[in-house]
DNA sequence: ATGTTGATTGGCT
DNA sequence: GCCAATCAACATT
């Protein structure tokens, strides 16, 4: 039996809602290496919510550029961009088309693809594998050629599929991470949130 | 265990 | 020219 893919509509509450929510799903990727379809997947533990024009933390405090595109775009499509000259970050599209909010997936446990994701993370250790953004990214083979790539198509290769849901006591939320000379009340904006799964202890001290 | 620093490139001012 | 939604290596406690 085939698992549930979250809808269009998973993507079009407040974001915050959204990066909430998202955890405990399971982040998708189905690519094509090599002529067969590798399957990697992995539980969402950490995301964080951005929140527009006037989140300064948030991309969109640019305005519409080249880079920002995709996040004026309609909900539940990727944004995937590169950062610090190594890293691409993805993030999840929310709101309505021409209201530029994401949510960015910060941290997954990884379930499926075990030996792919121990590849791409050569010499490091299981518990390293994918518990930041870059990391994550680089484990699941996310580029810059999944950006603004639909999640919800029938077609879609990154896809998230319905979970476990976190109750309340296993979830702590917090101050987004990076964001260095961000001013307030954005810098301490309570939008990073994290879920304690019985291996995953660890997320919350990092 | 905790803190500091260099790497490295594209986007934006 | 500046800086970034990070990572990993290395130093110090």
């Known amino acids: 039996m085939a698992a549930r893919r979250l809808p269009r509509s998973f993507f079009l509450r407040p974001t915050p809602e959204v990066a909430r ?9 189905e690519q094509r290496i090599g002529g067969r379809v590798q399957r990697i997947a992995g539980i969402i533990t950490e995301t964080e919510a951005y929140c527009g024009e006037t989140d300064l933390a948030c991309h969109a405090r640019a305005g519409r550029t080249k880079r920002t595109e995709p996040l004026y775009g309609p909900p539940g ?19 309505p088309e021409g209201v530029p909010h994401a949510v960015l997936i910060r941290a997954v446990q990884p379930v499926e693809g075990l030996e792919l994701i ?19 990214a680089q484990a699941f083979g996310i580029t810059g050629e999944h950006n603004r790539l639909s999640l919800t198509a029938p077609e879609a ?21 990076g964001l260095g000379a961000t001013p307030e009340p954005w810098l301490s904006k309570p939008w990073r949130y994290l879920a304690t799964l019985p291996q995953n202890k660890e997320e919350i001290t990092r």
């Open 21 to 29: 929510a998202l955890l405990g799903q399971r982040l998708v990727h």
């Open 118 to 136: 121990a590849r791409r993370r050569k010499g490091r250790p299981a518990r390293i594998w994918t518990d930041g953004p870059g990391k994550l």
């Open 77 to 95: 499509f990727t944004y995937v961009y590169f950062t610090y000259g190594n890293h691409w970050l993805l993030n999840f599209v929310t709101q």
């Open 157 to 177: 290769i990154i896809f998230v599929e319905r979970g476990q849901p976190i109750q309340d006591a296993l979830v702590r939320s917090g101050p987004r991470v």
